[in-house]
């Protein structure tokens, strides 16, 4: 008689829960997700709108430009743990 808990993938997940982060995106993060979704959403608007893509291009360079100083100069990194760590 077998006591294994394995899953059909023959693993456990036991090892696959101790890889996985468990903690919320920190703003950084955030930032990092951002600037390509600004890209995106202003070629999205560029298509729909009928803009430029010189324009579209301009006004997704303004809000990534914007998120970057926001997240290197007003809410800079700083090194320690993370507000949520306990």
């Not at 468990?22 to 990092?32: A, E, F, G, K």
């Not at 202003?42 to 709108?49: E, K, N």
């Not at 926001?70 to 990194?77: G, K, M, R, T, V």
């Given at each position: 008689?077998?006591?294994?808990?394995?899953?059909?993938?023959?693993?456990?997940?036991?090892?696959?829960?101790?890889?996985?982060?468990r903690q919320s995106p920190t703003r950084h993060d955030l930032v990092l997700a951002v600037i390509p979704a600004v890209f995106v959403l202003t070629l999205?608007?560029?298509?729909?709108?009928?803009?430029?893509?010189?324009?579209?291009?301009?006004?997704?360079?303004?809000?990534?430009?914007?998120?970057?100083?926001?997240?290197?100069?007003?809410?800079?990194?700083?090194?320690?743990?993370?507000?949520?760590?306990?």
């Amino acid at each position: 008689m077998s006591t294994r808990t394995d899953g059909p993938d023959g693993f456990s997940g036991q090892y696959v829960e101790q890889q996985l982060p468990r903690q919320s995106p920190t703003r950084h993060d955030l930032v990092l997700a951002v600037i390509p979704a600004v890209f995106v959403l202003t070629l999205v608007a560029a298509v729909v709108l009928d803009l430029s893509l010189q324009a579209a291009i301009a006004g997704g360079s303004l809000v990534g430009a914007v998120a970057v100083v926001d997240a290197l100069f007003l809410h800079p990194p700083t090194r320690g743990r993370r507000r949520d760590d306990t």
